[in-house]
Antibody
Framework: EVQLVESGGGLVQPGRSLRLSCAAS????????MHWVRQAPGKGLEWVSG????????GYADSVKGRFTISRDNAKNSLYLQMNSLRAEDTALYYC????????????????WGQGTLVTVSS | DIQMTQSPSSLSASVGDRVTITCRAS??????LNWYQQKPGKAPKLLIY???SLQSGVPSRFSGSGSGTDFTLTISSLQPEDFATYYC?????????FGPGTKVDIK
């Protein structure tokens, strides 16, 4: 059974940093691209960032480019999101999501999701 | 970024009804269109990918169609567990944007 468990969320002041983690199990982690998708309270979904299976291809939404850094450790079956210079508009539930397509492909289709970790940016 | 719109934003329907939700892209996205279902307090669930491919384990009452800029999600006979919010998402170009959602509730 595929499981994605996010952690690292919390209350943080504007301008500060936070690092999210996602522990994956139940599938061959290093075969798949992985993504972060967020949802502000009561709002819709926004793709934040994605990383290919070998970290060779990385992408970011314009809203976080230059502030957030995605990474992965295939030996630890883990995905990370380093969030710097946080703003109030970054307040959201952050989901870790698995890409549908294995190996060299990246479909940007999210077939499994974690339950999310809440990030609140407020003074 | 490509803008995604959905209509209606909400609808009320009864069990057994046929329900159709429309998603429109601001430019052609070929068939790079996916549909998700989200229930309150839960993570989204993939229903349809590549416009019309049914994700494994999803009931066959769900179907998708369309290409280019106009797409539809159809639920052929609404079941009690289908009351939820539905999102479309384009996987054609960076931004990989979602639609604003369509909430389906009980009439």
């Amino acid at each position: 059974e595929v499981q994605l468990v996010e952690s690292g969320g919390g209350l943080v002041q504007p301008g500060r940093s936070l690092r999210l983690s996602c522990a994956a199990s139940g599938f061959t982690f290093d075969d798949y691209a992985m993504h972060w998708v967020r949802q502000a309270p009561g709002k819709g979904l926004e793709w934040v960032s994605g990383i290919s299976w070998n970290s060779g291809s990385i992408g970011y939404a314009d809203s976080v480019k230059g502030r957030f850094t995605i990474s992965r450790d295939n030996a630890k079956n883990s995905l990370y999101l380093q969030m710097n210079s946080l703003r109030a508009e970054d307040t959201a539930l952050y989901y870790c999501a698995k890409d549908l397509t294995a190996a060299a492909g990246t479909s940007i289709v999210f077939d499994y999701w974690g339950q999310g970790t809440l990030v609140t940016v407020s003074s | 970024d490509i803008q995604m719109t959905q209509s209606p934003s909400s609808l009320s329907a009864s069990v057994g009804d046929r329900v159709t939700i429309t998603c429109r892209a601001s430019q052609s996205i070929s068939s790079y269109l996916n549909w998700y279902q989200q229930k309150p307090g839960k993570a989204p669930k993939l229903l349809i990918y590549a416009a019309s491919s049914l994700q494994s384990g999803v009931p066959s009452r769900f179907s998708g169609s369309g290409s280019g800029t106009d797409f539809t999600l159809t639920i052929s006979s609404l079941q009690p567990e289908d009351f939820a919010t539905y999102y479309c998402q384009q996987s054609y170009s960076t931004g990989f944007t979602f639609g604003p959602g369509t909430k389906v509730d009980i009439k």
